[in-house]
C-alpha cells in the first residue's frame, strides 16, 4: 500500500557531500513523521534526523552542523543534505515515516548504502 524508495547514496571522499531523498507513494492519506536511520555493519539501527509535517527537526548529536534534513509535503519527499562526511557516516541510511492510510503506519524504505573512503 505504501511504497518509500530511497536514492541518491554512493562512495564519497572524506570531506564530501551526498544528498538523499524518500519519495513516498501509494494510498496515502497524510504524513506526519520522517525521519533517516542508519545502521552500521555490527551496531544497531540509529536516528539520524527526523522531521514533522510541521517542518520540525531533531538531529543525532553526531551529525548536527553537518546534516540537514528537510522534507517536500505536496511531493510526498523527504531529503538528507549531509555534508563534511566522514568514514564515521558509513552506513546503509534508511527512511521512515509515519503514514496514514486507513490507519497510522510505520513503513520503512529498502535502504540505500553510504560509503566515506579514499
Known amino acids: 500500500q505504501v511504497q518509500l524508495v530511497e536514492s541518491g547514496g554512493g562512495l564519497v571522499q572524506p570531506g564530501g557531500s551526498l544528498r538523499l531523498s524518500c519519495a513516498a507513494s501509494?494510498?496515502?492519506?497524510?504524513?506526519?513523521?520522517m525521519g533517516w536511520y542508519r545502521q552500521a555493519p555490527g551496531k544497531q539501527r540509529e536516528l539520524v534526523a527526523a522531521?514533522?509535517?510541521?517542518?520540525?527537526?531533531n538531529y543525532a548529536d553526531s551529525v548536527k552542523g553537518r546534516f540537514t534534513i528537510s522534507r517536500d509535503n505536496a511531493k510526498n519527499t523527504v531529503y538528507l543534505q549531509m555534508d563534511s562526511l566522514n568514514p564515521e557516516d558509513t552506513a546503509v541510511y534508511y527512511c521512515?515515516?509515519?503514514?496514514?492510510?486507513?490507519?497510522?503506519?510505520?513503513?520503512w524504505g529498502q535502504g540505500t548504502q553510504v560509503t566515506v573512503s579514499s
Open positions: 522531521i514533522t509535517s510541521g517542518s520540525n527537526t
Open positions: 521512515n515515516a509515519e503514514v496514514y492510510v486507513r490507519r497510522w503506519g510505520n513503513y
Open positions: 501509494g494510498s496515502i492519506f497524510s504524513i506526519n513523521a
